[in-house]
């Protein structure tokens, strides 16, 4: 079992609609969770994170964690063609020193 | 200066070859890392340092070394390496381990 898993995509949706991005990690004992976006030829950068149960808002972007079911998602609101990228889910395995991504998972926003 | 710098940009080098890789954060931190980022593959935890000492070494190869002089410097020592090592070799810090990650731009190696 991957220890951090994404679907792949491609995820297309168009301009101004809600993009859903999930993630599933595999260690019970993980505390926190990342978001990072990585555009085509760079390197990723943090978006959001998240460490509590429940949704995490930030402008357009909501962190959603649910510790029992394992599970983290992303909700872009009124997405934008720049927000077209691959989106990386992280999460600590074995320890908070070890932070584990997933392959991520690529959205395409289009006009 | 950025968070995070790396160089070089790029590198080629052929298998015999001995070269590094550099990394340098001016955000305070106290943990850094080596990940590799290969073609269709997630992004692979290589190497953690916290307070310059290793903690993680992911079943790393040896032909990959690593050394931490300070907690503002990285490197990443190369010997011998294989075509399948090519790939974006990125360098990250964070304030500590678990604190989110600051990633550098990136070496993107092709070994020949």
């Known amino acids: 079992q991957k220890e951090v898993e994404q679907n792949s995509g491609p995820l297309s949706v168009p301009e101004g609609a809600i993009a859903s991005l999930n993630c599933t990690y595999s260690?019970?004992?993980?505390?926190?969770f990342f978001w990072y976006r990585q555009y085509s030829g760079k390197s990723p950068e943090l978006i959001m994170f998240i460490y509590s149960n429940g949704d995490k808002e930030d402008g357009r972007f909501t962190a959603q964690l649910n510790k029992a079911s394992q599970y983290v998602s992303l909700l872009i609101r009124d997405s934008q063609p720049s927000d077209s990228a691959t989106y990386l889910c992280a999460a600590p395995s074995g320890g908070y020193n070890k932070l584990i991504f997933g392959a991520g998972t690529r959205l395409a926003v289009h006009p | 200066e950025t968070g995070v710098t790396q160089t070089p940009r790029h590198l080629v080098m052929g298998m015999t070859n001995k070269k590094s890789l550099k990394c340098e954060q001016h955000l305070g931190h106290n943990a850094m890392y080596w990940y590799k980022q290969s073609a269709k593959k997630p992004l692979e935890l290589m190497f953690v340092y916290n307070f310059k000492e290793q903690t993680e070494n992911n079943s790393v190869p040896s032909r990959f070394s690593p050394e931490c002089p300070n907690s503002s410097h990285l490197f990443l020592h190369l010997h011998t390496l294989q075509p399948e090592d090519s790939a974006l070799y990125l360098c990250a810090s964070s304030q500590d381990p678990g604190s989110p990650l600051h990633f550098g731009n990136g070496t993107r190696l092709t070994v020949t």
């Open positions: 260690d019970r004992g993980s505390q926190s």
